[in-house]
């Protein structure tokens, strides 16, 4: 016979699930309202729109409410103009214990020139919340693919330098930045 199972209290085994499950392709048409005078998307407009994506995207992987915690460096590559077709592409590329860290790509579509070209490009960090508003544990994100493992393998750095930033963490214990910058 085998060992008995012994039981810990206020111990959970998170579940893992796959990064996969958590892909959401979001379509927009950009619309004279949501244009500057140059009628060029927005900025505020187009944050709106990521955060949206990158929020189905943590409730697909937590099955909960998700709070949005951070947004890390968000460039603007090229303008997105009236009447081009936005999409967004966003998937958790990590979970922590109520956190995941989300990557979401996007792109702008000219279609009667039929141009496309990736214009933005961002992580959002979104807390797992029980209906009190208190974090809730999340599953495992499991990588598959090697673009998937890439980005999870780097979760960790970035998740520690947003910690450092925001004086969560102290330089000194963030270990994966330190392996960075290890000089011999």
Do not use: C
């Not at 303008?79 to 702008?108: C, K, P, Y």
Request: net charge neutral; charged share 25%.
């Amino acid at each position: 016979m085998g060992r008995p199972l012994t039981i810990y209290p206020n111990y959970t085994v998170r579940k893992q699930k796959p990064v996969s499950n958590s892909f959401v392709i979001m379509t927009e048409l950009v619309l004279p309202n949501d244009t500057n005078t140059l009628n060029n998307l927005m900025g505020g407009r187009m944050m709106h729109l990521m955060d949206i994506a990158a929020a189905i995207s943590a409730q697909k992987h937590s099955n909960r409410i998700v709070v949005t915690a951070s947004v890390d460096n968000v460039s603007f590559r090229d303008s997105i103009r009236l009447g081009n077709v936005v999409t967004l592409q966003a998937q958790v590329t990590r979970s922590f214990s109520s956190s995941m860290e989300v990557h979401i790509d996007v792109w702008a579509e000219d279609i009667p020139s039929g141009t496309k070209l990736k214009t933005n490009e961002a992580f959002f960090t979104f807390v797992a919340v029980d209906q009190a508003g208190r974090p809730i544990d999340v599953p495992e994100a499991l990588p598959e693919t090697d673009e998937e493992i890439k980005l999870y393998d780097g979760a960790l750095r970035r998740r520690q330098l947003r910690l450092v930033l925001a004086g969560r963490m102290k330089p000194a214990e963030a270990q994966e930045l330190k392996a960075l910058f290890a000089l011999d």
